[in-house]
């Protein structure tokens, strides 16, 4: 029997991919996206990591985390994680270095998986076999035509649920809001304001979009500030839950979080919040306080762990990641009914990065 397998190669990369129209949100625009791609080596197989980051992760994991990784046991990933949690606290843990330590976590994941010959929602234990989406995406640089055909293509796809981005012009924001009701049926209608309203703003606006149907209030305020999401929430209509948790990056944010009382849904980010590791300890979380949980972004990295993940009500279909994930890697999930579901004829998360047609996007950091 097999007990130990040493690590004996980490390389990491950077591909910057252009968005398919310049994008933006209640607090930031954007018109590219960097991949950052990890890849680990035991016993001859390999284990493929990523994140969205800046490029800066490659040199934190070239110079700082990958001398803590190779030599290691592949099977000892909570040793791992701890190991690099531990190199850089001078750096600082959140940002660059959790999504730096996250896609080495999911990388140790996949090699785990692979080296036992399972899948990996197998690995961890599903408690389902397939996973209901939200698309996501009605960026408020977006047209109203725009938002509605990219909505609705959504709810043709089988969505029970789409989002939208609020925030930005507040003013406007309710007859967008409409028009994007308009277009989806008796789907559910979600928002996200990425923290771009004050709070008094969010309150009144919350009571305008209920009576417009919408069901998720993503981030009315700071997520940041608890104390306003918890008002949001106390005093906010019924039947309209506020989610926060994306920019979690270590276990005890989502810990605050919740004791807060700031949310009814937690999100979190395995590429930021310390992988497949990372994303396990918030959905233990939410059973402990027995609060629903969402997976944010990067839907073809979530799905194995939103299949263990016994709280879990959707992920996010995100419009950006999956566009590059399609594009980039064989074994990205098919959005079929409204659900996607692991391949469990293959081991580990099953995705294959397609090195060669993403050479174009390569930048040397
Ligand atoms: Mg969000």
């Known amino acids: 029997m097999v007990k130990e397998v040493s690590i004996a190669r980490i390389d990491c990369a950077a591909f910057t991919i252009p968005t398919d129209a310049p994008e933006s949100d209640g607090t930031i625009e954007w018109d590219r996206t960097t991949l950052i791609t990890v890849e680990v080596e035991a016993g001859g197989r390999t284990g493929l990591g990523y994140t969205y980051d800046h490029s800066a992760a490659v040199s934190l994991i070239a110079q700082t985390l990958a001398p803590e990784v190779r030599g290691q046991d592949a099977f000892a990933v909570e040793e791992v994680w701890a190991a690099m949690v531990r190199i850089v606290r001078n750096i600082g843990w959140p940002g660059v270095a959790a999504c730096a330590i996250s896609a080495i976590d999911i990388a140790l994941w996949d090699l785990k998986a ?17 996973v209901p989406v939200y698309g996501s995406g009605g960026f408020t640089s977006y047209t109203d035509e725009r938002l509605a055909d990219q909505l609705s293509g959504w709810v043709d796809e089988g969505c029970a649920f789409v989002k939208m981005k609020v925030g930005r012009e507040p003013e406007k924001d309710p007859a967008r809001v409409e028009a994007a009701r308009d277009a989806i049926g008796d789907a559910q209608l979600f928002v996200d304001a990425n923290g ?22 993503e981030e009315p305020v700071s997520s940041d500030d608890l104390k306003g999401l918890r008002l949001i929430r106390d005093r906010g209509p019924a039947g309209m839950d506020i989610a926060a ?7 005890f944010y989502f810990r605050r979080m919740i004791e807060a009382g700031a949310v009814d849904v937690l999100q979190a980010d395995a590429t930021r919040c310390g992988g497949v590791t990372g994303f396990m300890r918030a959905a233990a979380l939410c059973d402990g306080f027995e609060i629903p949980f969402s997976s944010h972004c990067g839907p073809s990295i979530h799905l194995h762990p939103a299949c263990a993940a016994l709280r879990l009500r959707h992920m996010e279909w995100f419009h950006d ?14 959005l079929r009914d409204g659900h996607i579901e ?10 294959v990065f ?12």
């Open 114 to 130: 692979k080296l036992l010959d399972v899948p990996l929602a197998t690995l961890l234990g599903p408690a389902r076999r397939r």
């Open 196 to 217: 771009g309203y004050s709070r008094k703003q969010a309150l009144g606006l919350a009571n305008t979009f209920s009576g417009l149907g919408v069901t998720w209030f």
């Open 245 to 251: 948790g994306e920019y979690g990056y270590q276990p």
């Open 321 to 334: 990641h999956v566009r590059i994930e399609h594009m980039l890697f064989d074994g990205a999930p098919i």
């Open 342 to 351: 692991p391949d469990f004829s293959r081991p580990g998360h099953g995705l």
């Open 354 to 365: 397609r090195e060669a047609d993403a050479e174009r996007f390569r930048i040397q950091p």
